[in-house]
């Protein structure tokens, strides 16, 4: 059935180091979203696209973070460089643009040491 | 502003007994109302949804919710919940004039035996 991918699924680094993570949004699905989970802060909203133009960026630290869509079948998130404060499960999650609803991807786990 | 507020950070219900996870909203007009839910490990998935029309909605998994104007409240019911149903509960408001999902900071579920 279609889901959301994204990869990898944990990546551990070091602080200063560059981070990229992606995702496969469903087939057909015109928005995605970036998010980002802490216990602090809970489920923040990075970026988002529609048909892969940024729509709104504002919830990200543009210093060092960045977010594209190469084309309709895969969007990055971009992290140079890396500070601990960023470990957190980073979220993808894709939609038809109807009515808001959403379908996340399994999350990728980041750990900046 | 939109927003959401969950007032219960935790709650720990008995298996088998009834469970209602309340939801408040702020919002100017009649939103796109949702409740996820997030799994340990996993991303989250949709239990529900509120366009318009019946207030009472059925989701999966069993939980229904009921979209109560006058309250400006969407909570989250089951009759009878099960060990499986531990989980992280997100009530969310979308904005009905773009894109963009507002969650609340989630209610976490304990089921005891």
């Known amino acids: 059935d279609a889901r959301v991918t994204q990869t990898p699924r944990d990546k551990v680094t070091e602080m200063g180091q560059e981070v990229t993570m992606r995702c496969q949004p469903i087939l057909g699905h015109n928005t995605v979203f970036w998010y980002r989970q802490t216990m602090m802060q809970g489920l923040e909203l990075l970026a988002y696209f529609r048909n892969r133009a940024p729509l709104d960026d504002s919830g990200m630290p543009k210093d060092r973070f960045s977010a594209e869509m190469p084309d309709a079948t895969l969007a990055t998130l971009k992290i140079q460089p890396s500070e601990p404060r960023d470990s957190a499960v980073y979220f993808c999650a894709s939609g038809a643009g109807l009515a808001n609803e959403q379908f996340f991807g399994p999350g990728t786990r980041l750990t900046v040491l | 502003a939109q927003s959401v507020t969950q007032p219960d950070i935790h709650i720990t219900v008995s298996e088998g007994a009834s469970l209602e996870l309340r939801c408040n909203y702020s919002?100017?007009?009649?939103?796109?109302l949702f409740w996820y839910v997030q799994s340990p490990g996993q991303g989250l998935q949709l239990l529900l949804k509120?366009?318009?029309?019946?207030?009472l909605v059925q989701g999966i998994k069993g939980f229904e919710a009921e979209f109560k104007r006058s309250q400006s409240s969407f909570n989250l019911r089951k009759p009878s919940v099960h060990w499986s149903d531990a989980a992280e509960y997100f009530c969310?408001?979308?904005?009905?004039?773009?894109?963009?999902?507002?969650f609340g900071a989630g209610t976490r579920l304990f089921v005891k035996a």
């Open positions: 969310a408001v979308g904005d009905t004039g773009g894109f963009k999902t507002i």
């Open positions: 919002y100017g007009a009649t939103p796109y």
């Open positions: 509120y366009f318009s029309g019946d207030t």
